[in-house]
């Protein structure tokens, strides 16, 4: 017999301005249907910058929140603060987790000291980088405060393009440069209930070409996913500890999840770096958290009513 439901109406944030307005969409969009299958009432939101209409839309007030928002202002701490402030329940990390997760630099800080490995990189100025390569190719270059691989370039030994300095750059003056790390792409997710920390499992992200950029990410067809990833027991198990002590080093509550690069041309476990930690991970058809929920059994539906009966304000 389930336990008795918190929650009974709940609001599905989607949309806001980020770059990432499109993928929000059809997460919110498919969290919505699914909490409606779950027997929730839910009254989605497309949400614009303007806090009067939001606030409109928040009446009649729901029980909870899901946010399904992803980028700045849905993911950053922003509209943490004002459900805060309204006291309203909601899915996913607080305010305080949610801003160092997002901010690569800080997020960076927080992992080392937590003993979590990272790429050699360091943030500089934009303009810096028209004097030359802040390190030897290959390295990436990437906002310090996006997700999905937006803004993100890969310049390799003998690259002549300078598209951060060169083409347009709408994400601030400085940049995150980062020792680029060759092999395969990793992540984990982890559900966090107040009560325990637990790693869901291990997926191997294979792109068909390239890397695993915005596209691949969200188009059907342009990356295979492998679940359980199929790597050295070491190595998966050196994945799961670390995604569960980053959880736990950056404050962060309900679903995370942690991409990795691994070098599997290095010896043990010496070749995975943490890339970074995301707070809102995407819910759609393609997303990587609803398949390992999957994997282990839980229904998209599911999923959704545990985040939403595990929403809370900060403290």
């Given at each position: 017999?389930s ?5 009974h ?7 806001g ?6 993928v ?5 969009r498919?969290?919505?249907d ?11 939101i497309?949400?614009q ?13 729901p ?12 993911e ?8 805060n402030f309204?006291e309203?329940p909601?899915t996913h990390?607080?305010l305080l987790a949610s801003a160092v997760?997002?901010?690569?630099a ?17 943030v500089?100025?934009r303009?810096?980088l028209?004097?030359?390569h802040?390190m030897?190719p290959?390295y ?5 405060d996006?997700?999905s691989?937006?803004?993100i370039?890969?310049?390799r030994d003998?690259?002549?393009r300078?598209p951060?300095v ?5 994400y601030?003056d ?8 060759p ?5 984990v997710?982890?559900m ?5 920390v637990?790693a ?14 915005y596209?691949?990410?969200y ?11 199929k790597?050295?027991?070491?190595v998966?198990?050196a994945?799961l ?5 980053a959880?736990?080093a950056?404050?962060c509550?309900?679903?995370s999840?942690?991409?990795f690069?691994?070098?599997?041309s290095r010896p043990?476990t010496?070749g995975?770096f943490m ?9 759609t058809p393609?997303?990587l958290?609803?398949?390992?929920a ?10 959704c009513?545990w ?5 809370e304000c900060?403290a």
């Amino acid at each position: 017999m389930s336990a008795p439901r918190r929650f009974h109406h709940v609001a599905v944030l989607m949309g806001g301005w980020s770059a990432e307005r499109e993928v929000s969409l059809t997460s919110g969009r498919e969290c919505a249907d699914a909490l409606e299958e779950a027997g929730y009432r839910v009254t989605p939101i497309d949400v614009q910058r303007d806090l009067g209409a939001l606030l409109a839309a928040l009446d009649p007030r729901p029980d909870a929140i899901f946010n399904a928002l992803h980028g700045r202002g849905g993911e950053d701490g922003l509209i943490q603060g004002v459900l805060n402030f309204l006291e309203i329940p909601f899915t996913h990390s607080g305010l305080l987790a949610s801003a160092v997760a997002m901010n690569k630099a800080m997020a960076r800080t927080v992992l080392t000291a937590a003993g979590v490995p990272v790429p050699e990189g360091r943030v500089v100025g934009r303009a810096a980088l028209a004097d030359g390569h802040p390190m030897d190719p290959p390295y990436v270059v990437k906002p310090v405060d996006e997700g999905s691989s937006v803004g993100i370039h890969i310049i390799r030994d003998g690259d002549n393009r300078r598209p951060f300095v060169d083409g347009p750059w709408p994400y601030g003056d400085d940049v995150l440069v980062e020792r680029y790390i060759p092999g395969r792409e990793l992540t984990v997710a982890v559900m966090d209930d107040g009560q325990a920390v637990r790693a869901m499992t291990v997926t191997d992200i294979c792109p068909t070409d390239g890397f695993y950029d915005y596209a691949a990410k969200y188009t059907d067809g342009l990356a295979v996913h492998v679940v359980p990833a199929k790597v050295p027991a070491a190595v998966g198990a050196a994945c799961l500890d670390l995604a569960e002590r980053a959880h736990r080093a950056l404050g962060c509550r309900g679903i995370s999840r942690a991409d990795f690069r691994y070098d599997e041309s290095r010896p043990g476990t010496e070749g995975l770096f943490m890339l970074e930690v995301n707070t809102q991970p995407g819910m759609t058809p393609l997303s990587l958290v609803p398949e390992q929920a999957g994997h282990l059994g839980m229904s998209f539906a599911e999923l959704c009513a545990w985040m939403v009966e595990n929403a809370e304000c900060d403290a």
